[in-house]
Every structure is written in C-alpha cells, then in structure tokens.
C-alpha cells in the first residue's frame, strides 16, 4: 500500500500530479520501506525528467522568453528566432537536435505536407522551433509534458507567436483520451515511457489510432547521453519493427545528427 504523497524536492514540484502520484504509487508496490520507496521513486523521476532538463535551465529559458515579451519584437523574425534557439538550447533534446532544426522540419513537410493540427507529446521545449517548421498561425499545436512548467513557457510561447494551440501537463503513461490531430510527433518519447512501463510504447499508437491519428513521427538517439554509440539504432531498430508491425503501419526512416526518425502511417 502507498502512503501519502511524500515531498520530492524543489526540481519536481511542477510535474503533472498524476504522475508524481503513479510513480509513487509502483514505488511503495515494490518497496516495502517508506525511505527506499522514495529513493526508487526519485530515481525514475531523475530517469524521465530531469536527467532532460534542469531546473537552471529553466530559469535561463524563462529568461530569454520575458525578454521577447518585454521587447515588443514578437513580429521581429531574428529577435523570435534568437530566442527560440536560446531555449531549444536549454533541454538536452532539442540541443542535440538545434544544428539540423531546420533540416528536419524541411524532411517531415516533404513527407507529410503542412498539417492543419499537430499533437506533440512529452514535447519538452520542441516546440520553440516553430519558426522553421513552416506552419502556419492557424495550425492548432497541442503540446503535451510532464512538466507544468514547460507547458506553461510553451503557451506563453503560442500567445506570443498568435500560435493557434495548447500546452498542458499529463502523464502519459495513465491513459485518457487524445485530442485529433493530423500528424504527432513523439520525439524520443517511446525510449522514456517503455522504461516507465513496459507495454507502454503500444498502448501509446493505440490511443493515436483512437484519436484518428494516422501519422505519427517517431525518433530515437542513436547516441547516450553520455554520448557514447552503442548499437543504438539496430536496438531501437528491432523495437519499432515489432512494434509496428504488430499495429499495421508502414514506415519510412531517415537519420539527422544523432537521431533516428520513424515516420508511421497507418495501413
Ligand atoms: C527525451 S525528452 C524529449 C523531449 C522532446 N520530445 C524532444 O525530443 O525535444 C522526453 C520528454 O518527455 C517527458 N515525459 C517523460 N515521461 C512522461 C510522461 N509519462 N508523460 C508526459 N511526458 C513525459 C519528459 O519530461 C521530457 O521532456
């Protein structure tokens, strides 16, 4: 039995309730004393969040949002693409990534067009890099996370920009509905829910079919963040082939940097 909701410290005080409630719950289920369910507890949430981002880093990317606010150069396009870069710059994944943003962007509309909705989950600080995904104001952007607080920037974000969306702060792992969309991205999602849950990865597509999803946009490190290559890509390789397969998607693959990105339609 799970006791009440211990204090996880400062750097985890923004994380969706749910899923602090979740991982405290299958912590105390495998831990029978209180003080080892809270080291395995703040062992997963260090594992799903903050080994991503930290709470410095947030600050910082609040910092250069205020900034683009209190300028009054939202239509200024090198002021808003400074300030995109200095928060991508600010999360490990979208730093990986910010020497091919642009590149991607161009990939994914090439296969997949120009969407009128997107749905990005566990979506961290990408969705700084509308300035070259070439959507227009009008597509709506539903950005899902963890993090309150990353939600909370992401729609400062879209008011500022006149970005047609949402952001908001859910555990993905504990179900509940999907809103529609054309395309969604899962941007080195699948890796974090598996090691969350097992199974966690399919329940996932499934939710996607639900919502009428039928193009969704997988991606994976093909380097640790200890950025050492360990047949990385043949491992996740074999993943989304038996995840895939199993669901009925075609898929198409193409590398950029060090990420692998999946683009799975349904048959
Ligand atoms: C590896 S990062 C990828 C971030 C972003 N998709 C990108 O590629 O730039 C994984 C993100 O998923 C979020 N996350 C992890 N577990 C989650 C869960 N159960 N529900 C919602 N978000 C989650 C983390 O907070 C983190 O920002």
Redesign the pocket.
């Known amino acids: 039995m799970s006791g009440p909701l211990p204090d996880f410290g400062r750097k985890y005080r923004a994380l969706a309730p749910a899923?602090l409630d979740r991982v405290w719950r299958e912590a105390c289920a495998i831990e029978p004393r209180p003080a080892d369910a809270l080291k395995r507890a703040k062992r997963a949430l260090h594992q799903?969040?903050s080994a991503?981002?930290e709470e410095r880093e947030l600050d910082a990317a609040e910092l250069a949002l205020a900034r683009l606010e209190a300028s009054g150069d939202g239509d200024d396009r090198a002021a808003v693409e400074a300030c995109a870069r200095a928060v991508l710059a600010r999360?490990a994944?979208?730093r990986e990534r910010l020497a091919t943003i642009a590149q991607l962007h161009g990939e994914l509309r090439a296969r997949l067009g120009t969407p009128a909705s997107v749905l990005d989950l566990?979506?961290?600080?990408?969705p700084f890099a509308l300035p070259w995904m070439g959507l227009p104001r009008t597509t709506r952007y539903h950005a899902?996370?963890?993090?309150a607080r990353?939600a909370a920037l992401v729609a400062r974000w879209f008011a500022r920009l006149g970005q047609a969306g949402e952001a908001r702060a859910?555990?993905?792992?504990d179900g509940g509905e999907l809103p529609a969309a054309e395309v969604a991205w899962l941007?080195?999602?699948l890796p974090?829910?598996e090691r969350?849950r097992s199974g966690a990865a399919g329940a996932l597509l499934e939710r996607l079919a639900q919502a009428g999803i039928r193009a969704a946009v997988l991606?994976f490190p093909t380097r640790s963040l200890g950025a050492r290559a360990k047949g990385m890509r043949e491992q996740y390789g074999r993943f989304v082939d038996g995840l895939l397969r199993e669901r009925c998607f075609s898929e198409e693959s193409f590398e950029l940097g060090d990420e692998w990105f999946v683009v799975a339609r349904r048959c």
């Open positions: 899923l799903l969040h991503f981002v999360h994944s979208t566990g979506c961290g600080l990408h899902w996370e963890a993090d990353m859910v555990d993905l792992i941007f080195k999602l974090t829910l969350q991606s």
